[in-house]
């Protein structure tokens, strides 16, 4: 070999063993600005989920430090810390392992819909860096209950203790909305801590329309109904997950329906993504069609979570979602009303290390601010 072939190897091979050495420290800086970024630039977001999701089952980056600020307790339930995965990252139940040693304090797992489905034709997927954003239109594509279930089994054998939600969908050409929930409760109830009655993804049609009263109140009648009878050992708690779409009127109602102990529901998520295009947005796959989530649902999202905390009096707990991407993200939302906190878009364009990132930030601000542990920052803008 020439000098030239061997300074180029030498070159290649030290490039290659940095990016391995960097990936495997979960150094946040090479995550955001080198990994992430090149690998948005050859693969799809589609193809980057599923590589993520896989190598997810490895938790290339160690798990930080629980920090003793964020341990909290919501539903009886102790929880590590406040922050968790949101759903549609893990949607077949494959990488919980990973998902939990990266550091999340909880673990949500779906949408999963009763049967086998596809989800929509792709491209379904879009990213949108300059904004920080993702717009998707899976359309709930998911390998049913089944299969989940025997995932569940396997991995519960061995972690009784990971904080699990499932989140439950619909098949989009399912008849019976209301016997596809409650069938999502008896097969897959038994694996959960909390199950989501998720009547807010954009992406099957029809969906939105179950957050209207009338049908919420049936549809959640029912779905107590079966959760009393089974009586699962973990106890399961019950969460409706929202859009960030709605109206004032459509809070009222639905704060009315969950406040109402007829219907057992024991916490919001809030929220979903949105259909609403901000004029702000700069990249060139704004108006695809789908949820966009990230950056531009944050204030959305938060604003709802405050309205929420202050039509259920602070009662019910709220999981807070969408645009969180730090420290300070995550505060704002427990300081308008969350009990705990959730976040997906972030974690695609800055890798597994902004979990630790987040955590330590939230534990700083909340120590900062004289708080001894997360939950006498709740609501605490409320009290101003
Ligand atoms: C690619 C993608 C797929 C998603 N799939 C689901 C899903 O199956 N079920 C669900 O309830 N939410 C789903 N979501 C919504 C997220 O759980 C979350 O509510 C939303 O993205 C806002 O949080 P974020 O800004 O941190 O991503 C999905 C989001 C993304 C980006």
Not at 45 to 52: D, G, I, W
Not at 203 to 232: S, V
Request: aromatic residues 8%; positive net charge.
């Amino acid at each position: 070999m020439n000098n030239i072939g061997r300074a180029v190897g030498l070159v290649v091979g030290g490039a290659v063993s940095f990016a391995v050495f960097e990936t495997a420290r979960g150094e946040p800086k090479f995550y955001s600005n080198i990994l992430m970024p090149t690998l948005q630039k050859i693969i799809s977001a589609e193809t980057a989920h599923n590589l993520a999701v896989k190598a997810m089952k490895y938790a290339p980056v160690k798990k930080c430090n629980n920090l003793d600020v964020l341990r909290t307790k919501v539903w009886g339930k102790d929880f590590s810390n406040p922050v968790g995965i949101a759903a549609g990252f893990d949607k077949h139940a494959e990488a919980m392992t990973g998902l939990s040693r990266i550091g999340f304090g909880f673990i949500e797992i779906g949408s999963v819909t009763p049967l086998p489905q596809d989800g929509n034709d792709k491209p379904r997927v879009f990213r949108l860096s300059e904004d920080e954003a993702v717009i998707n239109r899976y359309g709930f594509n998911s390998v049913g209950h089944e299969v989940v279930a025997s995932r569940l089994k396997t991995w519960r054998d061995y972690d009784k203790n990971t904080i699990l939600g499932v989140n439950l969908g619909k098949n989009k050409t399912s008849p019976d909305h209301k016997g596809d929930y409650v069938s999502g409760i008896r097969n897959l109830g038994e694996f959960a801590d909390y199950i989501v009655i998720n009547v807010s993804s954009p992406n099957t049609p029809g969906l939105r329309k179950l957050q209207g009263e009338t049908f919420l109140r049936d549809l959640l009648y029912d779905i107590k109904c079966a959760k009393d009878e089974e009586k699962f050992p973990r106890n399961p708690i019950l969460l409706v997950k929202i859009a960030p779409d709605l109206d004032d009127k459509d809070l009222n109602d639905i704060a009315n329906v969950i406040t109402d102990k007829t219907y057992g529901v024991d916490g919001l998520i809030i929220s979903n993504t949105t259909i609403s295009r901000p004029d702000h947005l700069v990249n060139h796959n704004k108006n695809e069609t789908g949820g966009l989530s990230g950056k531009p649902v944050k204030n959305m999202s938060t604003s709802l979570v405050r309205k929420m905390y202050s039509l259920t009096k602070g009662n019910i707990p709220i999981v807070g979602v969408g645009g969180i991407a730090s420290g300070a993200d995550a505060y704002e939302k427990i300081k308008a009303g969350a009990s705990l906190v959730q976040f997906y878009t972030s974690l695609i364009y800055n890798g597994p290390p902004i979990v630790s990132t987040i955590k330590s930030e939230l534990a700083e601000l909340l120590e900062k601010d004289g708080y001894s542990c997360v939950n006498e920052a709740i609501g605490a803008d409320h009290l101003k």
